[in-house]
């Protein structure tokens, strides 16, 4: 399990919708073009591979920023922001 | 002679894990003998290709034809595989494609030595060299066929075989190679080193797969939907929840919950654990993947079953840890209640704790395990504090009488869950247990396994419940005789048992920091290892 910061860069109004799209089933939005993930080695290929059709690599740009557990401990959040993944514990 | 051959003829092995066996002989008996997933990755890369084609275009040479992904087999060699790349022209020879960057790497040419080997077979014409291809460094490697290289590929199937034949797992490598190694988690090398070497402790942890991710669905009525990669849960157009299922590692359905069979089948290919409970705490069971391949673990597992003497020493421990912990439990509490009773059952839990070791059959073991019970039981009430209306004087199921025994039973429906996904995860066959019995139908094995973690884990969250006044009397509803959580109730105890699984505890035997979940699944392999006879003696998983 992995942790990345992810932000992108997307000129064409609709390819970014797409990868938005995208981007929300693996991670979590937590600023304007840029998302938190947790992923597992085998969601993390899935997810870059699934990025790498719909990107055009002459305009568009996403990066992955890996975090070590001592840049997570890090994070300061301030303002209107909470940990995106909380305590994982869900119920409805 | 005869019989050799045969038994030779059954076993061709994939090349891949041939050339593996050099890296680690305990990883080969994994995944060819235990049959151990090769995670998805393999699959996955077959769905990238669209990226490596990519790659590999720049790659063709000028008057070379290329075949991508040839079956191979040999049956001097008794291997199989697939080659990447045959490139053919002048020479004809194989590319193995690699993810990372250049490297020497003795596996990768005994692998493509092996793959030229298979095609000088199917081809009958002499291979010298080929190539491995390297993405990271967008670069390939020349690999030279010489005599040497060949022995090796040689002697790697040799030791292949022997493994296969012998059944015997190798001993775990317990250094830095086990770091990205896919099978850590069931392997536990250094935990496995440290119990043969007599020097636990000085073992380091590993990361688990769960990360102990949940969502509980306990609307009635609600429905779960599969949305892109996401589980949406929806009652009357109203969305409740929307999750990437890779934030998910459990889904617990509670009562009268629908499930989209889209969504079944994208937690059966993740893996995603799903269980079914109902309202009034019934354990129905679970949504479970074809059964794992460890047909190993299954027949060491029957066996023990019927020798009787071994099952009763299984027994025993299970019995033993559950004894132990609750006796913990009291002593815990007491040293800020003082209470005499409490003194006089933790004496006697402790006498019966040391008849178990001569107890002659399992009826004697069962009747020391409830005298043991009843004793804990009997003073179990007074741990709960005195502004809390509650009476509780004996253990009731079926149904439970008052609400310390409505918790108890819903709590342990909750553990339940845990147990058996440990159970499975592991690939035992959750029916045959060794202190319970196996012919009602019920989940036997995980039964047992459950004793030693009730006490620690489920009763520890009904006493927090109540003594911290999460838990009140309006959570309760009385029905049909019998006393149940309401749904505010019920909520109210899904997240206290979840925060306690997650609790961070110092592990008794090696020292690591560990959550109790994880705790569960070590119990469940270490159990594992002691019937496929890797470890000797199953040690019930204890508290201080
Ligand atoms: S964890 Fe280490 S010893 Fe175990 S299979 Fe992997 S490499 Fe081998």
Redesign the pocket.
């Known amino acids: 399990m992995k942790q990345y910061i992810i932000s992108y860069d997307i000129t064409n109004d609709k390819r970014r919708n797409k990868i938005r799209k995208l981007l929300c089933d693996y991670a979590v939005p937590v600023q304007y073009s840029v998302f938190e993930a947790r992923l597992s080695e085998e969601d993390y290929i899935m997810l870059r591979h699934k990025l790498s059709r719909l990107l055009r690599k002459d305009e568009d740009s996403i990066i992955f920023y890996l975090q070590c557990s001592r840049c997570r401990d890090g994070i300061i959040r301030l303002g209107n922001c909470s940990d995106p993944f909380g305590d994982g514990i869900y119920i409805v | 002679m005869a019989e050799h051959n045969i038994s030779n003829e059954q076993h061709y092995f994939p090349i891949s894990s041939v050339a593996e066996i050099l ?2 002989p ?2 080969f008996y ?1 995944r060819v003998v235990e049959g151990a997933e090769d995670s998805n990755h393999h699959l996955l890369e077959g769905k990238l290709q669209e990226e490596r084609r990519d790659e590999r275009q720049r790659l063709v040479r000028e008057g070379y034809r290329q075949d991508r992904s040839i079956h191979v087999s040999s049956e001097k060699l008794n291997l199989y595989g697939i080659v990447d790349i045959v490139e053919q022209g002048k020479e004809i020879y194989p590319v193995e494609y690699k993810k990372g960057f250049r490297k020497e790497s003795l596996n990768d040419d005994v692998q493509v030595c092996a793959q030229a080997m298979a095609l000088e077979e199917k081809l009958g014409q002499d291979i010298n060299r080929g190539y491995i291809y390297y993405a990271g460094s967008k670069a390939r490697r020349e690999v030279i066929f010489d005599e040497d290289l060949r022995l090796m590929v040689e002697n790697a199937v040799g030791l292949a075989r022997n493994i296969a034949l012998s059944g015997e797992i190798p001993p ?3 250094d830095n ?2 770091e990205g ?1 896919a ?2 988690n069931r ?1 536990l ?1 250094f935990e496995v080193k440290g119990i043969k070497e007599n020097k636990a402790k000085a073992v380091r942890p590993q990361p688990g797969i769960n990360l102990g991710r949940v969502l509980y669905v306990d609307e009635q009525g609600a429905s779960l939907y599969k949305k892109g990669e996401r589980v949406l849960v929806t009652k009357d157009q109203i969305k409740f929840k929307d999750i990437p299922l890779c934030n998910l590692d459990q889904v617990v359905l509670v009562g009268n919950v629908n499930l989209s069979s889209q969504l079944i089948k994208l937690f059966l290919g993740r893996g995603t654990e799903v269980h079914f409970i109902s309202t009034k705490g019934k354990y129905y069971g679970c949504l479970q993947a074809a059964l794992s391949k460890n047909s190993v673990l299954r027949i060491a597992q029957h066996r023990a079953y019927q020798k009787q003497e071994e099952r009763l020493l299984y027994a025993s421990e299970f019995v033993r840890g559950k004894l132990s912990n609750m006796r913990t439990n009291l002593l815990r509490y007491n040293r800020s209640l003082n209470n005499h009773s409490i003194d006089e059952a933790v004496s006697r839990i402790k006498n019966i704790i040391k008849r178990l070791e001569k107890a002659k059959d399992l009826n004697e073991l069962m009747g020391l395990e409830g005298a043991g019970s009843r004793d804990y039981f009997s003073v179990f009430g007074l741990l709960i504090k005195d502004r809390v209306p509650f009476d509780f004087n004996k253990r009731s199921r079926r149904p439970p009488e008052d609400p310390a025994n409505a918790l108890l039973s819903f709590s342990y429906s909750l553990l339940l869950k845990d147990v058996i996904t440990a159970v499975q995860v592991v690939g035992f066959d959750p029916f045959i247990g060794f202190l319970h019995r196996s012919d009602f139908g019920r989940p036997a094995l995980a039964l047992d396994i459950i004793e030693e973690f009730r006490p620690v884990v489920a009763d520890s969250v009904v006493l927090t419940a109540l003594n911290k006044g999460v838990i009140a009397e309006g959570d309760f509803e009385y029905r049909m005789g019998g006393c149940f959580l309401s749904e505010t109730g019920r909520k109210k105890m899904y997240r206290l048992y979840e925060e306690r699984r997650k609790e961070m505890i110092t592990h008794p035997v090696f020292g690591y920091r560990i959550s109790y979940l994880r705790t569960i699944e070590l119990q469940a392999r270490f159990l594992a290892k002691v019937l496929t006879k890797e470890i000797d003696g199953y040690k019930p998983f204890l508290v201080r």
């Open positions: 890296y680690c305990r990883n994994y775990p490598l317990a190679r086990c190694c099978l850590v392997c090398p």
